[in-house]
């Protein structure tokens, strides 16, 4: 085979008059009568134009060596949309250095490809120029982020894959251990327990690009294995914590987008709950919530007799008709509204809604002041429990906002101050918000121990925080338990006693006898900021082998059975489903 000198989609004007040799794969060939034929040869750079003797023998997808001159390319067969459309190799010579059978789609075809499909023949699917441009920019991010914690003076650490399990909510995926039969390991949901024990072992700055691992339904941004930028930090709060990690997702972004972003602003759990109804705010457009609570508070209509009234108003949305209005109101029914109330407005504050006749005169006029409705505006309002109305709400200013992923730009948020508990489970006891490491907000620790009711626990604060780009939950972290009596008391919170709490982390808690720095730390899931930096929906679309949305490995039809010795060796018997 004869040396490559250049590849293919680089060679433009200047190279006119060099002989080159490229390679690459036939992603199209054209005969021109009996002698001459035209075969577009694809690497990983682009497609260059060969005039070969003739094709007669060569097929798409051919993997070929193509030696010749290159010349400037007739006027008229100049192809603006190609880098190289202006020359081609001429008089090129041909070595076929492997053949292909026809493929089951064509490579960079206009058709879409189904998915089960492109995953299936992967090997195929990363020749296209997306895929391809994909997984470049992935690993241009993930050079970028090393750079920046290298940068802060991180040292990356390896953890280990088979450990004992490491709650971040999600189901553990395990592994039977062949010497121990009748024991699992389970692989990480995260490094989150080693990162701090680490931090005991004085490492003082970690990081990681951590495979995590966890068994729950996928989804468009959730996949069972996935990689996050892992880092952890002693003697250090959120704020250090945060200017560290925003230092990483800027360089990150930078590479990708060639601009810096500016500095990531701030808002409270609460505050992103109120404007947005939710916390993952996409803050690329406004539509925010506004509370009309106070309000309607002396209202005579039965519908708004409620703990909460949000609403929001959509600029020139008068002119949504019955049978949208009528979606929207099916939409908010299932997203766990009674109802939704829709307001038009009209001339001279005219209102058209079904349920007018409900307010007062004095109640509309402040509704439309409040929300700053004017002609043309229609408002839609939720009444209901404040949860209930800031998640509908939010969801339809989504529905009715949201521009594409790959619009409106790069705007990441953080989160501050999330709750440190999240519900209160059928058992009584309360869930955390992020994990049972997290440290509760320093002002409401007295309120931790004072109170013995699970409501009233909801409202304490912890030290946790997001960070969110363009309404997608990046990634989380949290300042850190680091004394033995609270992380206790959090675990009887719980419900995990002692006992269990010895079984399961007794050796964090034993870690935290020898001197325990405080630390914090953060993790971000690199699928999620690559998808969004390269403009994708789906992070399959920046990961090499994915899994497909039921789980299944359609290329190697992973899982799979093993044979009876393995499983006998591993101690395991399966019991057949019965149905
Ligand atoms: N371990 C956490 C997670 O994977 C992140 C952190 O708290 O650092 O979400």
Request: with cysteine.
């Amino acid at each position: 085979m004869t040396t490559r000198t250049d590849y293919c989609g680089r060679l433009t004007d200047a190279d006119i008059g060099r002989t080159v040799t490229v390679c690459g794969w036939v992603s199209k060939r054209r005969e021109h009568g009996e002698h001459l034929a035209f075969v577009d040869l694809r690497d990983r750079t682009g497609i260059i134009q060969c005039v070969v003797d003739h094709a007669h023998d060569i097929r798409n997808e051919y993997v070929l060596s193509v030696t010749g001159t290159i010349r400037a390319r007739p006027a008229e067969t100049i192809n603006s949309e190609l880098p190289t459309g202006s020359v081609e190799i001429g008089d090129a010579s041909v070595e076929i250095l492997s053949r292909a059978e026809p493929p089951p789609f064509q490579i960079d075809g206009r058709v879409e490809v189904d998915e089960t499909i492109r995953i299936r023949h992967r090997y195929l699917d990363l020749r296209n120029s997306r895929m391809q441009r994909n997984l470049r920019s992935r690993s241009a991010i993930n050079a970028s982020i090393r750079r920046a914690m290298d940068a802060q003076e991180f040292v990356e650490v390896e953890t280990p894959m088979l450990i004992a399990s490491t709650p971040e909510g999600a189901r553990d995926f395990v592994v039977p251990s062949r010497l121990s039969p009748g024991n699992f390991y389970a692989l990480p949901q995260s490094p989150q327990l080693f990162k701090q024990l680490c931090m005991v072992g004085g490492i003082d700055r970690y990081y990681q690009i951590a495979r995590c691992m966890r068994d729950e339904d996928l989804r468009a941004d959730r996949q069972f294995e996935f990689s996050q930028l892992d880092m952890e930090m002693s003697f250090a709060d959120g704020e250090t914590v945060r200017e560290v990690i925003s230092q990483a997702v800027s360089e990150a972004a930078e590479t990708i987008t060639g601009e810096r972003p500016g500095p990531i602003p701030e808002i409270s759990w609460l505050e992103a709950m109120n404007k947005y109804g939710s916390d993952k705010p996409d803050i690329r457009f406004g539509l925010e919530l506004v509370d009309l609570t106070a309000i309607f508070s002396e209202t005579d209509f039965n519908a708004f007799k409620a703990p909460c009234i949000k609403g929001l108003k959509v600029e020139g949305g008068s002119d949504l008709g019955r049978n949208q209005l009528d979606q929207l109101t099916d939409k908010a029914k299932n997203w766990g509204a009674k109802g939704l109330v829709w307001v038009k407005v009209g001339e001279a504050g005219e209102v058209t809604s079904p349920v007018a006749k409900f307010m007062s005169e004095s109640e509309i006029a402040y509704m439309l002041s409040e929300l700053e409705a004017e002609e043309g505006d229609i408002c839609f309002l939720v009444a209901d429990d404040w949860k209930r109305a800031v998640h509908v709400l939010g969801l339809l200013r989504l529905e009715l906002g949201r521009p594409p992923v790959n619009e409106g730009g790069f705007h990441f948020v953080w989160v501050v101050d999330f709750p440190l508990f999240e519900e209160v489970d059928d058992q009584g006891n309360p869930t955390p918000a992020h994990h049972p490491f997290t440290m509760p907000h320093e002002d409401d620790l007295a309120m931790l121990s004072a109170s013995s009711d699970a409501q009233d626990l909801l409202k304490v604060r912890s030290q946790a925080y997001d960070l969110v780009l363009n309404g997608w939950e990046l990634g989380s972290g949290s300042v850190r338990i680091h004394q033995r009596e609270i992380q206790q008391q959090i675990f009887n919170l719980l419900g995990i006693g002692e006992e269990e709490s010895q079984v399961k982390f007794g050796f964090l808690m034993d870690a935290f006898r020898y001197g325990a720095p405080p630390h914090a730390g953060f993790a971000f899931g690199i699928d999620r900021l690559a998808a969004l930096l390269v403009g994708e929906e789906n992070i399959r679309e920046v990961i090499a082998f994915p899994k497909s949305q039921s789980g299944t490995d359609p290329l190697t039809e992973a899982p799979t059975s093993i044979d009876e010795a393995q499983l006998e060796e591993l101690g395991l018997k399966v019991i057949p489903e019965t149905l």
